[in-house]
Nanobody, 123 residues
Framework: QVQLVESGGGLVQAGGSLTLSCTAS????????MGWFRQSPGKEREFVAR????????SHADSVNGRFTISRDNAKNTVYLQMNSLKPEDTAVYYC????????????????WGQGTQVTVSS
């Protein structure tokens, strides 16, 4: 069982930056690949980024590639999402998630979810 808690969301102007954190409970954090997803009203949950168990492999959605960076610190049981050059269309609730699979992009393949953190980008 893994419990995930996100933090770091907020209101930022377009062009600004935010760093989201997601801290996991338990001692098996390094056993899980991690992902970030987002969802805005009226839209489906959207893949943002994923990282493998060791942190050696990452992937980002085309919409955020070059602007967002996922990373993890297994010693701190934490995964991060550094978001730069934010745009109004990045406004959403951001969720971190954990999967026992070695890597996954579809949200249906993730086993544990945080409660979400709101990111609002003003124009």
């Amino acid at each position: 069982q893994v419990q995930l808690v996100e933090s770091g969301g907020g209101l930022v102007q377009a062009g600004g930056s935010l760093t989201l954190s997601c801290t996991a409970s338990g001692r098996t954090f390094s056993s899980y690949a991690m992902g970030w997803f987002r969802q805005s009203p009226g839209k489906e949950r959207e893949f943002v980024a994923r990282i493998n168990r060791s942190g050696s492999t990452t992937s980002h959605a085309d919409s955020v590639n070059g602007r967002f960076t996922i990373s993890r610190d297994n010693a701190k049981n934490t995964v991060y999402l550094q978001m730069n050059s934010l745009k109004p269309e990045d406004t959403a609730v951001y969720y971190c998630a954990a999967t026992i699979l070695s890597i996954a992009t579809r949200w249906e393949n993730y086993d544990y979810w945080g409660q979400g953190t709101q990111v609002t980008v003003s124009s």
